[in-house]
């Protein structure tokens, strides 16, 4: 039997609180397994609790580049108590848009690239966000031995696309690809193994979404986009897509 895998959504955030137990016997139901990111340390908490409620649920805890004023140290030993437990480290990056000045930039970076450590050491794959700091991030990750490693939301050139199939990076696609020209064909060019999808909810989508906040069940309509764009079965589609999500997670 074929699973979907959602490479990237936060299950616990606040606003998926309410509904958890509704959204995991769905996930069952789709057969539908799912990244749970986190932003912070109490986020990545409430993630490991969230997880023990279903083993759909895959745990990646991290301090988001927005948090990265969080207690760094008391996330790496969260990491360190729960390694056994966790899925992935994420999710972490780099984000412009959070500096605001010298001191927000270096704590991005040490947050950054001590979490880069913890998962080289432990070889444990990355959520990484990359919003406006996609060759920052090609450069840091020279220096790190992390071969699963996921660019969740590409929204770099195609240049940089390239550059990150030479490097060996998977990327992921969500729902803003079913409306999104740009994406549609930036998917055209990343190497078929390296393909993921995800929904990053509860982000809300425009146009065919009605900024409606992501659930899980987008992930089907986001397969069959992508079905269509690369001229593939769905069947088929989710076939590739469950190899790639696997050999990302490591399993």
């Known amino acids: 039997m074929t699973w979907l895998f959602d490479s990237h959504i936060h299950l616990s955030d606040f606003a998926y609180h309410e509904d958890l ?29 969230i997880s023990k409620q279903s083993k759909l649920i895959l745990p990646f805890i991290g ?13 790496i030993n969260l990491i360190q108590e729960n390694i056994h437990i966790i899925s992935g480290i994420g999710e972490i990056g780099l984000d412009p848009t ?28 990355i959520s990484i966000h990359s919003r406006k700091s996609i060759d920052e991030i090609f450069e840091i990750m020279t220096s790190y031995k992390t071969k699963h490693a996921l660019l969740h939301w590409f929204d770099g ?3 940089q696309l390239r550059k990150a199939m030479d490097k060996d990076f998977f990327v992921s ?31 809300r989508f425009s146009k065919c979404f009605e900024m ?8 089907p309509s986001v397969i069959f986009c992508s079905s269509k764009i690369l001229g593939k079965q769905y069947d088929e589609m989710t076939s590739i897509l469950e ?7 490591g399993i």
Do not use: W
């Open 157 to 159: 050139s195609k240049k």
């Open 21 to 49: 137990n509704y959204i995991i016997k769905g996930m069952e139901n789709m057969k539908i397994k799912a990244c749970c990111v986190s932003m912070d340390f109490l986020n990545s908490k409430k993630t490991l609790e």
């Open 212 to 219: 409606k906040s992501a659930q899980i069940g987008f992930i």
């Open 173 to 203: 696609y969500g729902p803003v690809m079913i409306y999104a020209n740009d994406k549609q064909t930036l998917l055209t060019k990343t190497d078929e193994e390296k393909i993921l999808v995800e929904t990053d909810g509860p982000v």
């Open 63 to 75: 301090i988001h580049p927005e948090r990265a004023n969080d207690d760094l140290d008391k996330m």
């Open 98 to 125: 959070y500096i605001q000045s010298d001191e927000d930039k270096k704590n991005q970076f040490r947050v950054f690239e001590s979490l880069l450590s913890i998962a080289e050491k432990y070889q444990k794959p």
């Open 243 to 249: 190899r790639n999500s696997k050999n990302f997670l």
